[in-house]
């Protein structure tokens, strides 16, 4: 990122090579929409080059980066007075199940990922950037300037909140075979 | 451990994030404690089951491709913006050379030709050079780019002799110029004409009109050099009247080297 700053624009392909699975994955998960995050990966690295003069190298990069990705979602909705439901951020080839016969055929983490995205969207980011960014509960504080201890409160009650939708996803089916572990194997 | 030290505790433990004296307090607690243990039991299902959610795969090459396009973009602005801005490749700077070269060749030509015929030619180089600089000077100080005319002005200095072109344009620059250097390096530029009245008028009127501090003080810096007495009372009324402390003591000081009292 120095090197860019320092006007060797090239360099910033590098840090998309290096960079860009991650924030797609982030914005997909947040979105749930892979169209959309691709164009919100763009327009991060985008904004990156514009505000290349801002990030002050004493912070890790990546902390800088899913700051400008957060914020290029929010903007993205902002602008399009946009309501981020599951059915309306699901691409066009995955059309959203609405019929309890769909709902039957729904595999287990297909139906979570449901229950994820009825989650309200604070609560996802957390789950997303704990669970699938690995990130620390320390680096998400500081991501979102909340103390560390609200961040393990939050992440328990998103969790918990999660598993009752998914729960209640599981009591509409016809036959009520409940298919979810009851036990984690890693315990 | 207490049943809310394991609500605390849970997602550092569903995260594998805790030291193996937490791990072995907080599984002891779960053998004692139904509910905990159901509760643990259920999140941490769903911390696993997270991780059955395939993620989906971008279109990395096409995004790449967008992303490239947008950097070439971007170094080009770049290298526009961090070029020189006076070109040796410019039109007018090529044609000043040739025409340059062309009356070099003459003159010299001339010169091998016969002894005599020397003197009129050097003066008609000369001629022609002054005339190129007067050109160059005023196509420079007629640009849309502020640094492009504070050339212009600066460059006027080179230029031999006393054009009446050069001092219209000058004047017209301390008028009207938008950008407050270039206003400035006029009024100096315009020192080397200070014995025409025009100018000594122009440098009075200016002292009205002129809003700038900077360019203020420069015209009273100019009237004091040139013993302007007829700018006195453009000199009062700054003494009182301008909003700038520093401009109202400058002007009571050029009152006072003009020999008036103030």
Redesign the interface.
Known sequence: MQAVQR?D??K??SL??RH??AV??FL??MTGS?AI??DL??DV??RI?KYRATWRGDAPFSAWLFRIARNARADYYRKREFTATYTDAMDGEDPAPGPEATLENES??AR??RA?MLLRADKREL?VL???R?M??EAIAELLEVDVGTI??R??RS??E??DI?LTLESRLPCNVTK???????? | MQCDEVSEKLPDYLASRVDEVTRVSLEHHLQGCAACLQEVEGLAATWVSLGGIPSAAPDSRAMRARLDALIEREQENQARFSKPRFKWNHPLVTACAATLVLALGVVLGRATESAPAAPPGVAALHQELRDLKQMVTLSLMQQQSASERLRGVSFSNQVDGSGDEIVTALLDTLRHDTNVNVRLASVDALKRFAERDVVRRAAIDALDTQRSPLVQMALIDFVVETQERGAVGALRKLSTAAPNETVRTRAAWGIKHLGVES
């Open positions: 006007g624009l090239a910033l392909g998309f090579d860009h699975l797609f994955d997909a998960r892979r995050a691709e990966v763009q690295f985008e080059l287990e983490a979570l990922q994820l789950i704990a669970r699938y690995e620390k509960y393990k409160v992440v328990h969790l918990k999660l598993r998914f979810f572990p009851k036990s984690s194997p890693t315990i």
